[in-house]
DNA sequence: GCGATATGCAACCAACTGGTTGCATATTTG
DNA sequence: CAAATATGCAACCAGTTGGTTGCATATCGC
């Protein structure tokens, strides 16, 4: 979980998950032609989204072959995001409450 | 919107989401009794929520409440998970696709 | 006004991150 | 087998991050 969030928090990385969303089941030479960085950077990269599980490595012969795993992003989505949605009004109906406290001084 | 995705990747901040989600428009010291760090140390967590628009700020006296702010997460959501979510399907089909195309010699 | 309370700001530090270079290993191809 | 291709692993380096300490400022209560 706290693997996904810190995978999610690199640009490169959202950027290789949209890269391989686009189409899926890349090797990592073709990954890094989309990438301006050394093989090795992004090496480091996809090895940070397979430990969050974003991503399934598949080896066919001396290629890697990349896949997305929709997965964890959807535990996300519902474990975390929704509950956060769920509080929306009453959050801004705090927020509003909130200013209005501040001025009870209309005299 | 990568600074939304930078805050979430502390788990220290999500912590602090959450005790706000708890009980919104919190105080500075009223958030530091959840979370064993100084004082200053949440207010940098805080700072860079606020930055994220993830957490509003509302002065009242000596005080500063916290508010909650959904639409970020709410955003995130729409555009990047449920971006992902679509294709969870099709995802799963070129993994099991590329799986089967590992083992085409069973003779 | 004065002490206590609530917060801000800056400097500093260790640890982590993002990226590189260099070299080793395995597989394919001719 | 040898050359080329695809990848892995480790060391290193600069910049960022997470957290601290120290001190300044503003507001409340007596």
């Given at each position: 979980?706290?693997?996904v969030?810190?995978?999610?928090?690199?640009?490169?990385?959202?950027?290789?998950?949209?890269?391989?969303?686009?189409?899926n089941?890349?090797?990592?030479?073709?990954?890094?032609r989309h990438?301006?960085?050394?093989?090795?950077?992004i090496?480091?990269?996809?090895?940070?989204?397979?430990?969050?599980?974003?991503?399934?490595p598949?080896w066919?012969?001396r290629?890697?072959?990349?896949?997305?795993?929709?997965?964890?992003l959807?535990?996300?989505?519902?474990?975390?995001?929704?509950?956060?949605?769920?509080?929306?009004?009453?959050?801004?109906?705090?927020?509003?409450?909130?200013?209005?406290?501040?001025?009870?001084?209309?005299?």
């Amino acid at each position: 979980m706290d693997a996904v969030f810190k995978a999610l928090a690199d640009p490169n990385r959202r950027a290789l998950l949209d890269q391989l969303h686009l189409q899926n089941g890349q090797t990592l030479h073709q990954l890094c032609r989309h990438l301006l960085m050394t093989r090795q950077g992004i090496t480091k990269h996809l090895g940070l989204l397979v430990k969050a599980d974003l991503v399934v490595p598949l080896w066919r012969g001396r290629e890697k072959l990349h896949y997305l795993n929709p997965a964890p992003l959807k535990q996300i989505s519902e474990l975390w995001i929704d509950k956060h949605k769920a509080a929306c009004l009453r959050a801004l109906t705090d927020l509003t409450k909130g200013l209005d406290a501040l001025k009870p001084e209309p005299n």
